[in-house]
């Protein structure tokens, strides 16, 4: 959440280049909150929208809705093949 980042300059942009791509390598997804205006053009000026790894969302309560549906459906388990089905194999 990056509500109260009011401004972001060179060395900030530059942990969080670091930071996404620490994240990416280990396979975590970075997603940030509320960012404010200001920030938000700083962030598209340097390209670093491209590369992150995860979404920007509007509200704190948006991300975690959003990403707790995501990870739901990612780890629900997948349906058996209908060939299972037909055989009785289930």
Do not use: Y
């Not at 009011?6 to 396979?27: F, P, T």
């Not at 200001?38 to 969302?57: C, I, N, Q, W």
């Not at 739901?72 to 060939?83: C, F, G, L, Q, V």
């Amino acid at each position: 959440m990056c509500s109260a980042v009011n401004a972001i300059d060179a060395s900030a942009l530059e942990s969080l280049e670091a930071i996404n791509h620490r994240l990416s390598d280990a396979g975590v997804r970075l997603h940030l909150s509320e960012v404010k205006g200001p920030v938000m053009d700083a962030l598209a000026r340097s390209h670093f929208l491209e590369s992150l790894t995860g979404k920007v969302f509007l509200s704190q309560n948006d991300a975690f809705s959003t990403l707790l549906v995501q990870t739901e459906e990612e780890n629900a388990p997948a349906s058996p093949p209908d060939h299972w089905l037909a055989r009785g194999l289930i």
